[in-house]
């Protein structure tokens, strides 16, 4: 099976790699050709286009940041129109639900494959081939990548037949991961004023009910302020938390706890925290908060 | 060690029954004596009023549903009037930060001592001696009664000496057990109104990135629609919202999420919910986004 | 008909004054004695407690800061007691629907009359006499007062039997007033990061869609920064809120939008800016969008 | 002046009329011809296409529902390309800011004007040329097309140079009146589940603190509940929270209470009522309250 690679930010270079140590086959393109050295010493090829990429491929991975990258790529870029009529496009980046969408269809027009691959879990898990994938697309062409898609993963979870759907539900589990840090944030800043250190009522917390992986993570980032460098960036999250709206917006959802964290995330870009991880939320409840006039 | 032992609810009893198993000698006061042969036959004595069943007891435990019902046996009951100069009032209940503070003063004037040890665990969990205890109080009398703590606890977390922190770590523990809930609620629905079954979504994440007790107990209840009998109240809940709010009013910290999560509540309360399980915010999400009038 | 008048502060004092010159017989009492010269020069006699200022009086109106100072005055400072057994008791003061209910019944209890007749209007508008009344108690009650009522206003609104309805209506009122000032400082933050002046956002919204004295009264506030003195305070205003969502978590009505402006009202208070006027949420806004951190 | 009017719903249809009445000589065109008869009688030309209509106009006004429509009649439909290289595109209706700063970066291309100058009224008020207009751009475009500013208005606020601003001006103000309807919407619930006519309150609140035409307009709708025909549409009014919520996202502002109002919307959207009036908000709050279950 020989591989197009779209994209090969931390993520997109882990899946890569995990692919050619798994013996496929893959041309590589990024708009930044940097720190490829590794994935070419692992056997890949480098394209010097999208379309140059994508030409001679049975299946089209993208890992691109957001909707306006993929569309600069496949659509502007020419890749979509470059590619085999018989090709399947694996998207494994979180876009949002509308241009999903409409991606499926420009490819149905022209005979090819679309299959939605988002991941659950970050870069370090995607280098051991950790990754959860939420996969949905027409069952032929989802059986076709098949291969690949359990290569790159510790466990796929089939959504359906419609693409965007698994869309749907990255975007509702990563709704669900901004709504826990902020309520890891608002509770903290909460015990704070009342006199409670943080770190105290952080141990209580994600030691008894709160015992899992995602508190426990960013519960350490906040007790230790580490909010730089970031795992996943404020400027991201708030991308996320935007795609939510947008889908609870188009199919009519009242998502109130989605526009509070959103409210909050806004105050953290103003303060130009963009490039925080987005356990920064903790700053934005302290300083709205005011902690820092409380006496000690 | 002669225990008075006040509130015998399902908590209430669930501690008085690993208490008796322990060895302690306990006298035992509800306001309804329903029920109460199980404990009887294990040992206990019945009072005929607060003020009979703490007089003679070297520490007396209360586990009473609100500030209210406290202030009942307590204050007007006469039972802190009744203590022994020397006793100590081991509160287990969750009351709000004020009136902890307040019973604090009140038994000090008396010479009697206070120690707030709320409860992290379902009723199943106190019946294996399994609570976590988030202990707080002068540090003497908090190691006077270590012995009958430690026998109704899997483990203690010591808050501090000042009691109504205690109350303020639980508070703030609940307030995210209920934001979680309402987080579910509102990402099932989203993922519904796009086509996706609720039990597939739910079954995804709380399998993958929210695979801890709370989340997948919550979420069982959610898919099976399972409320009725509560294992919490949404009135219960509602109560425990309305502490974080108070205590958060009190401590001028905002908490938008508590604040969304408490209208959602209003809604379930006002459509008569109060006795159905706090995860019947399901039920509201569902309703606010008119989920029965979209096609299958 | 002989008055007793509790609670001079300003709004007081200008209603006492006003009586006084309608020919009203007035005895006083204030908690702290000090500037009511004025009143005493226009005919007002000082009492020196409570109790010893009601005990004639065929009337008693009170005007206090909140349930507490009430409750202080007239169960803890035994002015309900030293009550003639025919007196009516006519609060003009906003207190919360379960204290109005209470006090309406201690009153029933021990034969006296109470009404409830809080006033929409500052104390500028209550020193010409022409503040609007809420009016809500017994119809014989309200007609055995409505000599009083009438001098102290230019219109009396008749709300019904129920003394505390009147309480709501105001709570209302002053929430609607709350969130009008709210959205004025959202988007006057919005225009400004926008880089229009908040001047000329504020005078084209408040010349047109809202050419009404509350929106151009608490606009010019905006425009000129002028937040102190306070006309009425944000702690004062937060106390309304709070008033609001008690009575609503009382009925059991989700209340959003007094959701929202209590927690920006908290990030105000949490910078010690309780003394200013509530307009000042135009700072919290401009804050939390960082609005001093944009280029000229 | 020779003007080509594109767009010719209601509002388009007032101002046309307007137009033709004060003299100015106009070619129109619109999606759905019919209803145009009246305009024809007084002297408008019809264009089969926006590309015929402007092709010679000195000013080209538009009031498209939105930006995809606008879209689709300037840049897919052809009318942009077909404007004289010196005329004036003066778009007076609500778009986004970034599609307004696109618009005028395209018709500066070309060498042609582009002034935003949106109308603060309804329909009726257009009719009378009595609607207010916020207008920005280039000052040298502004005055060529102040004759025909003014013909349909009482009054001109200039915004400044940039067109997009005069947007961000239209749009805060919209918001506004969503959240002044809101307001009126939960504090009539909140009155009505404490026993309260709706109508008693509305009629207090309306002729007391907010005796303002906004207030008293929608407070006459909720009174009577005549929510259809509608006069603004809950759908055009949650399309404008949206472009607040858009407006505030890019210039990072958190907007709480717009974030609060869209939420309730879509509540309505879901069950229908896109058609009906934005007033129609109390039937959401009505219904979140759910008042039909209480005794009357």
Same mark, same amino acid.
């Given at each position: ?13 882990? /899946? ?13 393109? *990024? ?59 694996? *998207? ?74 698994? *869309? ?5 589990? *990563?709704?669900? +991961?901004?709504?826990? /840090?902020?309520? +890891? ?16 009522? /952080? ?18 980032? /906040? ?21 939510? +709206? ?10 109130? +706890? ?39």
């Amino acid at each position: 099976m020989k591989i197009a690679f779209l994209g090969l930010g931390r993520m997109g270079r882990a /899946i890569a790699k995990v692919l050619l140590e798994a013996g496929f086959e893959l041309t590589l393109w *990024n708009r930044s050709p940097a720190s490829l050295e590794a994935l070419v010493d692992a056997g890949g090829k480098l394209a010097k286009s999208p379309a140059e990429a994508v030409k001679r491929a049975d299946v089209v991975v993208s890992m691109l940041a957001d909707d306006r990258a993929l569309r600069e790529v496949m659509l502007e870029g020419g890749a979509l129109e470059a590619m085999r009529r018989d090709a399947i496009h694996v *998207n494994m980046a979180t876009v949002s639900v509308p241009f999903a969408a409409t991606l499926a269809k420009l490819h149905a027009k022209l005979g090819q494959g679309y299959v939605a691959a988002p991941v659950l879990g970050r870069p370090e898990v995607a280098e051991r081939g950790e990754l959860n994938l939420l996969v949905a697309g027409p069952p032929v062409q989802v059986e076709a990548v098949w291969p690949l898609l359990k290569a790159a993963s510790v466990r796929i979870w089939p959504i359906g037949d419609v693409p965007e759907q698994a *869309n749907v539900v990255k975007i509702g589990a *990563n709704f669900m +991961l901004g709504v826990a /840090i902020e309520s +890891l944030a608002e509770a903290t800043s909460l015990a704070e004023a009342h006199g409670i250190e943080a770190a105290e009522f /952080i141990e209580v917390v994600t030691q008894t009910l709160f015992a899992a992986p995602a508190y426990q993570g960013y519960g350490a980032l /906040i007790k230790a302020r580490a909010f730089e460098p970031a795992g996943f960036s404020l400027r991201l999250g708030h991308k996320d938390i935007g795609l939510a +709206l947008s889908a609870a917006d188009q199919a009519r959802v009242p998502l109130p +706890l989605a526009a509070a964290v959103n409210a909050r995330m806004l105050d953290g870009l103003a303060n130009g925290d963009g490039d925080k991880d987005w356990s920064s939320l903790y700053e934005v409840a302290a300083r709205q908060a005011h902690l820092d006039r409380r006496g000690s």
